[in-house]
């Protein structure tokens, strides 16, 4: 099945500054990425759409400012946290809409932030 | 505005048991496509089965087995014979498009297999 990945798979940082995840699909092309965000024992909740080569389609309530997604090209999507706190403290997880076939969502293994 | 429910927060069963994780869910769409997806301790998740709404056929993989009913509003999801590995969080979702975008996740079933 399709492949994705994201790095880091775990990141501390200190309150204040900035992180960036990447995601990339490895054996497909990925026109659209999705981010979630999931915390401790709750569900997935979409933050935003990421398509390439255009601006990113966020959720209600969520920050564009705070949270900049760049999809640069068909395999990499990248979520930058910017000025972290505390409450952004939280498991992010990424997916890539499979080009064809059964449309599904792949995900990648997520990216747990601790911001201290 | 769609919504999906998992009203099963945690499963405790014992191996070799049977055990049926339930969904229910809500939309105003004729056509939408009913998801579920596994998540390890390792936390990715792991794509099980995608069904649309004019299939209400169920389906059997392996231990693996669904029942979908429109006319609960259920896709239900049973597992025969548990075994240790399928210790995992599972995820009912729904999707109103054909490409899986805009997916809405359930709570969530936490699945706990003891030896």
């Known amino acids: 099945g399709a492949v994705v990945s994201q790095h880091p798979s775990r990141v501390i940082c200190k309150s204040g500054t900035s992180v960036k995840i990447e995601c990339r699909s490895l054996?497909?092309?990925?026109?659209?990425m999705f981010w979630y965000r999931q915390f401790p024992k709750q569900s997935l909740m979409l933050m935003a759409t990421s398509n390439e080569g255009s601006k990113a389609t966020y959720e209600q309530g969520v920050e564009k400012d705070k949270f900049l997604i760049n999809h640069a090209s068909l395999t990499l999507s990248t979520l930058t946290v910017t000025s972290a706190h505390p409450e952004d403290s939280s498991f992010y997880i990424c997916?890539?809409?499979?080009?064809?076939?059964?449309?599904?969502?792949?995900f990648g293994p997520g990216t747990r932030l601790t911001v201290t | 505005a769609q919504k999906v429910t998992q009203a099963q927060t945690e499963i405790s069963v014992v191996e070799k048991e049977d055990v049926t994780l339930d969904c229910v869910y809500e939309t105003r769409d004729t056509t939408y496509y009913l998801f579920w997806y596994k998540q390890p301790p390792s936390g990715e998740l792991v794509f099980l089965i995608r069904r649309n709404s004019f299939d209400e056929q169920n389906e059997i993989s392996g231990r693996y087995s669904w029942n979908f009913q429109k006319s609960t509003s259920s896709f239900n999801f049973t597992i025969t014979a548990s075994q240790v590995v399928d210790s995992a969080v599972y995820f009912c979702a729904l999707s109103e498009d054909n490409a899986g975008n805009m997916l809405t996740f359930g709570g969530g079933t936490r699945l706990m297999v003891k030896p």
């Open positions: 997916s890539a809409r499979a080009p064809v076939g059964l449309g599904e969502q792949y």
């Open positions: 054996d497909f092309q990925a026109t659209t």
